[in-house]
């Protein structure tokens, strides 16, 4: 089948990958233009750029699709379907509708639940016992069209998003190599209008650790902004990135610290921090972290 793909992040990878190995034919990859990155900040390409080009493949990486020679272009390839995932533009109606079978789109949740820009971190923090992936038929609202085949996964109690993140984009790297097996035949489901939520992109601001929240609201916030923009805290004067907890036993004033294991008091109940990041140093696990770094018990997390 002759398939344009637009993708951009890490999570788009894998879809790509699991396209050109099912035997479709790539006619374009399209993608965020390079952006600057490192120190040097030079432009770096996008990990969807990179692996088609290692692959070989065309690739563009427009900054906008809503002009008319961008969408002539678009048109020129002449696919029978785009396959969309995390790609990061706004499709134009002339660009939905270019493909014989439109545009189909990959999202990481159970539509109508967590539309929008942060379906794995919302699904965390909001404590949802599942999510899934969602291939539907693209539309010009968000996150709206009819969905043509979904599956359901249960999200692990102590999962973080980066966790979470891989296993969805493995899972919708396999669904869509399905979606395409049996794309004339299958059946487009509209959403329902009830349960709708919308994911909103994560606010820096979100990031900082609140500790009078009860402990399971600590928890999920902390494992939901894992690894980006990661919770965070301070100790003291120094800036420390919480990456992964687990719920635990113990009370006092919250962010008072507990114990020698880094169990740290919350608005009710504890947390017990199990990844930690000092600034400008790579992360560690609790007990190597609390050996470069201590915390008496007593001492106050704010």
């Known amino acids: 089948m002759r398939v344009i793909f637009m993708g951009t992040p890490d999570f788009s990878v894998p879809v790509l990958d699991a396209l050109v190995e099912a035997g479709h034919e790539v006619a374009a990859v399209y993608c965020q233009p390079p952006r600057p990155a490192g120190r040097g900040k030079k432009d770096r390409p996008s990990p969807v750029q990179a692996r088609a080009e290692e692959l070989g493949l065309l690739v563009r990486h427009p900054v906008s699709l809503k002009g008319v020679e961008e969408q002539s272009a678009f048109a020129a390839h002449k696919a029978y379907v785009a396959v969309v995932v995390a790609y990061g533009l706004i499709l134009p109606r002339a660009v939905l509708d270019a493909p014989a079978k439109g545009c189909l789109n990959i999202h990481a949740s159970l539509l109508p639940r967590w539309r929008g820009a942060a379906p794995i971190h919302r699904a965390i923090m909001a404590g949802d016992a599942e999510t899934g992936i969602c291939i539907m038929q693209m539309e010009a609202g968000l996150d709206t069209g009819p969905v043509l085949m979904r599956e359901a996964t249960r999200i692990g109690e102590a999962e ?27 059946e487009p489901q509209s959403q329902p209008e009830t349960g709708v939520t919308y994911a909103a992109k994560i606010d820096k601001a979100e990031a900082r650790l609140d500790w009078s929240l009860d402990a399971q609201e600590v928890d999920r916030r902390i494992r939901g902004l894992s690894p980006f923009p990661g919770a965070w805290c301070m100790a003291g004067e120094e800036r420390i990135k919480l990456l992964a907890s687990r719920m635990a036993e113990g009370h006092g004033a919250p962010g008072e610290v507990l114990d020698a294991e880094a169990t740290v008091a919350c608005g009710r109940g504890a947390v017990r921090l199990l990844r930690l990041q000092r600034a400008g140093r790579a992360a560690q696990d609790g007990p190597e972290f609390l050996r470069g770094m201590a915390w008496p018990r007593g001492s106050r997390l704010e």
């Open 160 to 186: 973080t998003t980066g966790q979470l993140h891989d296993r969805l984009s493995d899972m919708g790297a396999r669904l869509i190599v399905k979606a395409l097996d049996r794309l004339d035949d299958l």
